[in-house]
C-alpha cells in the first residue's frame, strides 16, 4: 500500500526514471514492489543491474529517436530515387547456434538480383550454445553440439552470397534481464506442460531467453538505421530471423506483400503472432524491432496480461497490419547442429506446430519431399510427431514407393 503511489508516479515519467539515479531508484524500488521484477526486496546489485540497463535502453532509444529523425528529413518520402530496393536482414541468437548453409543457399542467393542485401547478425557469444528447452537437443559428451564461427568465419561464409553489407556485433549477453513477475509467471509453455502454478526459476530463464532476444532485435535495428544514415538510401523492406532458422526451399521477398505490414507463418502462433521469422515493409522496422524491448522497460502495464512471448508481439503489433501465411510460402523450420557438422530438426509440436485448423506439423511445408528430408534429419525418434509429420503424404509416398527405411 504504500508504495502504490510511487508506482503511479513511475508509471505516469517512466521515461524519465533514467535521467537521474535517483528517480531511477524510485522508479526501480516501485516497480519491484508492484511487479516483483526477480524478488520483492531487489538487491544492491539488483538495482544496479537493473538501473544500468534502464540507462543503456533509454541511450540507445534516443540515439534511434535522432537517426530516425534525419532518415525521414532526407528522405520524406520513404525513397531514395534509386532503381535498387534495399533489404535489411537481421539474425538474432547465439554465435555457436547458427546455422548458415540454409539461409545462404535458399535466402541470401534468391533475393540478391532483386535487392542490395544488407545481413546484420546480432548473436551472444557464448562459446557453449544453450537451449531453455534442450530434450531435443544433439549432446556430444553432456553438452549440446556447438559451432566455432567468429566474426572473420561468418563474412567468409557469406560475403560470397551477400551483395550488401555484412555487420557481424557478436558481444556478451545480458546476464539478468529485467524480469517482471506476472510474465515469468504465467508463462504457457512452462505452466502447461510442467504443471507449474507458481514462478520456477525455469520460467525466469525462458522469460530472460526473450529479453536478450528483444534486446538483439533492438541492437539490429540500431545498425539498420545507422547504415541507412551512412548509405543515404532508405530501407524497402527487412527480415528477421534466427540462429536456427532453417530455410527449406527458395524464399523470395515480395515488396507489395509485405508493404507497410509484417508477414509471418500462420502455424505455431500460441494465441497471439509467430515470432521465429518475419517479413516486414520498412515502415514497420521500428515497432517490429524496438517497441518489444522499449515496452518490456519503460511501459510494461500496456501488456501486462499476456503469458507467452507470441501473445506479447501480438500486443506490440496491436496497431499494424500482420498478415500470415501457410508454410509453404513461407518455408522456415526450426533446426539444430547436428553430430558431424549436419543438420537436424526437432520434431516435437513446438517445432513442427499443430493447430486445429491448420493440421499436423502446420510449421512444415505440405512438400512430400521436403516432408521426408525432415523426416530422415529428425534429431530424435518420437513415433507421434513423426505421423503426424508424414501423415499427409501416406498417398503419395504408396505411389512413389518410398518408405522410411529408405533414410
Known amino acids: 500500500e504504500w508504495a502504490s503511489p510511487f508506482a503511479r508516479s513511475a508509471r505516469k515519467v517512466h521515461k524519465d526514471c533514467t535521467k537521474t539515479m535517483y528517480a531511477a531508484h524510485l522508479c526501480l524500488l516501485a516497480l519491484a514492489v508492484t511487479r516483483r521484477l526477480s524478488s520483492v526486496w531487489p538487491t544492491r546489485d539488483e538495482l544496479k543491474t537493473w538501473i544500468q540497463q534502464m540507462q543503456d535502453v533509454h541511450a540507445i532509444e534516443v540515439r534511434l529517436s535522432h537517426l530516425r529523425a534525419a532518415q525521414k528529413h532526407a528522405h520524406p518520402d520513404g525513397q531514395d530515387g534509386n532503381a535498387s530496393a534495399r533489404l535489411g536482414v537481421c539474425i538474432i541468437g547465439q554465435v555457436s547456434r547458427l546455422l548458415l548453409r540454409s539461409k545462404i543457399d535458399n535466402f541470401f542467393l534468391a533475393n540478391r538480383d532483386r535487392f542490395i542485401v544488407d545481413v546484420v547478425f546480432v548473436l551472444g557469444d557464448a562459446a557453449e550454445a544453450r537451449y531453455v528447452n534442450a530434450e531435443t537437443v544433439p549432446m556430444i559428451n553432456g553438452a549440446p553440439v556447438s559451432v566455432s564461427w567468429n566474426r572473420s568465419s561468418i563474412k567468409n561464409e557469406v560475403k560470397g552470397s551477400v551483395n550488401g ?160 501465411v501457410r508454410a509453404d510460402a513461407f518455408p522456415i523450420l526450426t533446426g539444430r547442429n547436428g553430430i558431424s557438422g549436419s543438420v537436424c530438426f526437432p520434431l516435437d509440436v513446438a517445432k513442427i506446430g499443430w493447430d486445429e485448423n491448420l493440421g499436423d506439423a502446420a510449421c512444415v511445408p505440405p512438400s512430400c519431399p521436403l516432408r521426408a528430408y525432415v523426416y530422415c534429419n529428425r534429431c530424435s525418434d518420437d513415433d507421434d510427431s513423426t505421423s503426424k509429420l508424414l501423415r499427409i503424404c501416406t498417398e503419395e509416398f504408396a505411389v512413389s514407393g518410398w518408405r522410411t527405411s529408405a533414410c
Not at 520498412?282 to 510494461?300: I, R, V
Open 165 to 324: 553489407a555484412i555487420v557481424v556485433d557478436i558481444h556478451p549477453q545480458l546476464a539478468e534481464p529485467l524480469l517482471h513477475e506476472r510474465y515469468s509467471t504465467h508463462l504457457d509453455k512452462s505452466a502447461k506442460i510442467l504443471n507449474i502454478t507458481r514462478r520456477t526459476e525455469v520460467q525466469d530463464d525462458r522469460a530472460r531467453a526473450h529479453v536478450r532476444q528483444w534486446y538483439a532485435l533492438l541492437k539490429c535495428y540500431s545498425h539498420f538505421l545507422t547504415m541507412e544514415q551512412r548509405n543515404a538510401a532508405p530501407y524497402s523492406a527487412f527480415v528477421k530471423l534466427r540462429d536456427d532458422s532453417v530455410v527449406l526451399s527458395n524464399l523470395r521477398v515480395n515488396l507489395r506483400s509485405v508493404h507497410k505490414k509484417v508477414v509471418t507463418q500462420e502455424c505455431a502462433s500460441w494465441g497471439g503472432v509467430n515470432d521465429k521469422a518475419a517479413m516486414l515493409g520498412a515502415t514497420e522496422g521500428f515497432t517490429y524491432f524496438a517497441k518489444p524491448l522499449l515496452t518490456w522497460y519503460f511501459d510494461y502495464n500496456q501488456v501486462a496480461t499476456v503469458t507467452n512471448p507470441e501473445g506479447y508481439l501480438d500486443a506490440i503489433l496491436r496497431n499494424t497490419t500482420v498478415t500470415t
